[in-house]
């Protein structure tokens, strides 16, 4: 699919603490390839780190640092993502919804009306 931009950030209640802010970056710092999200400095908020994505390799890191550090923690991660790429196949674009830990990545439908 090429490079992907996502836009957006997803709400973390109640926020990180220093520490858990910590473990996951230490984890990113492991294996950044497979950890893609940061948190925000404050703990409230988790975002992509820049660079090229792709939107069901994001989702499932997503859902891995969801079931792996913020629900034994017991955070609640909610909120969406729009994504779209320009890649040489053609646009893409959609939306990766969370909802009270759930992750589900929606591509949007675009219908072609065929010749005129």
């Known amino acids: 699919m090429g ?4 836009s957006g950030r997803l709400t973390v209640t109640p ?3 220093a520490e858990q802010r910590d473990d996951v970056d230490h984890a990113h710092r492991q ?3 497979e950890r893609p999200w940061e948190v925000s400095a404050d703990g409230t908020q988790i975002g992509l780190r820049g660079g090229w994505h792709f939107v069901t390799r994001q989702a499932s890191a997503l859902e891995r640092l969801i079931r792996d550090y913020l629900e034994p923690w017991g955070c609640v991660v909610s909120g969406q ?3 779209g790429n ?3 196949l053609g646009d893409e674009s959609g939306v990766v919804f969370v909802d009270r830990n759930r992750v589900e ?3 949007d ?3 072609n009306p065929g010749p005129s």
Do not use: H, I, N
């Open 31 to 33: 294996q950044p390839w």
């Open 15 to 17: 926020p990180l603490t």
């Open 109 to 111: 439908v675009r219908v």
């Open 81 to 83: 993502l729009r994504w």
């Open 3 to 6: 490079s992907v931009w996502f």
């Open 105 to 107: 990545c929606v591509w």
């Open 86 to 88: 320009g890649g040489e």
